[in-house]
């Protein structure tokens, strides 16, 4: 059983751009959630998405976004990239809709770093 | 707010030894508790997930309890080998930060030396 997939995998942009990573959820996983992790704040909560709906969002700005397609793929994009958005981006999946409901366990994929030059 | 401590930061031992990593909690109001393994520049492996109604969960090696009341989880390592070398995260699904918001604590560094 294939485990979550993460593209790309490094990348390195330059301030102003914007970069737009993707995620793979294990087969039949309708809940997808995106973490980022660096050196200084550890790993720390962006968004949740389930059945195409965002569901809770982090305290992240505005130029963090991100969407769920009907096949449970999802999506972030970072606009307008500055120094600090340097990091590993993390995707999980669940089986469970979270909560009370199911076990919750949430399973990562490989993440992709980005570089911001 | 919600806040997740793992103590230690890091930790090296040799090879055989028997280990116990700490993890506690502000608000015992929790779905559930996550066990992780980072290696370095990878993502993180899910080792065991504990329910807020259980008490400890066993695969292998790895043993985790929850002591919800006291805001604490304790992962204890058998045996320990240096294929267990890794960060060690630990996280907490809390009732106030909606579904499946993890809380995760730094982590504890674990070096284990031949």
Redesign the interface.
């Known amino acids: 059983k294939a485990g979550v997939t993460q593209t790309p995998r490094y990348l390195i942009k330059t301030r102003g751009q914007q970069v737009t990573l993707s995620c793979s959820p294990i087969s039949g996983h309708r809940s997808v959630s995106w973490y980022q992790q660096t050196p200084g704040q550890g790993l720390q909560f962006l968004f949740e998405y389930f059945s195409e709906t965002q569901r809770n969002k982090g305290n992240f700005p505005g130029r963090f976004s991100g969407r769920q397609f009907s096949n449970s793929r999802s999506e972030m994009n970072v606009s307008t990239l500055e120094l600090g958005d340097s990091a590993l981006y993390l995707c999980a999946s669940s089986l469970a809709r979270g909560g009370g409901q199911g076990t919750g366990e949430l399973f990562f994929g490989e993440g992709s770093r980005l570089t911001v030059l | 707010k919600q806040e997740v401590t793992q103590i230690p930061a890091a930790l090296s031992v040799p090879e055989g030894e028997n280990l116990v990593l700490n993890c506690s909690f502000t608000d015992s109001a929790i779905?559930?508790l996550?066990w992780?393994r980072q290696d370095p520049?990878?993502?993180?492996?899910?080792l065991l997930?504990i329910?807020s109604s259980q008490r400890e969960q066993t695969s292998g090696r790895l043993n985790a309890s929850l002591d919800k009341s006291s805001g604490r989880s304790t992962l204890y390592i058998a045996a320990s080998q240096p294929g267990d070398s890794a960060t060690y995260?630990c996280?907490v699904?809390p009732?106030s930060?909606?579904?499946?918001?993890?809380?995760?604590?730094?982590?504890t560094r674990l070096a284990v030396h031949p």
């Open positions: 779905y559930n996550q992780f520049g990878k993502g993180l492996t899910s997930l329910q995260l996280a699904n009732f930060g909606g579904y499946n918001k993890l809380i995760f604590g730094a982590g």
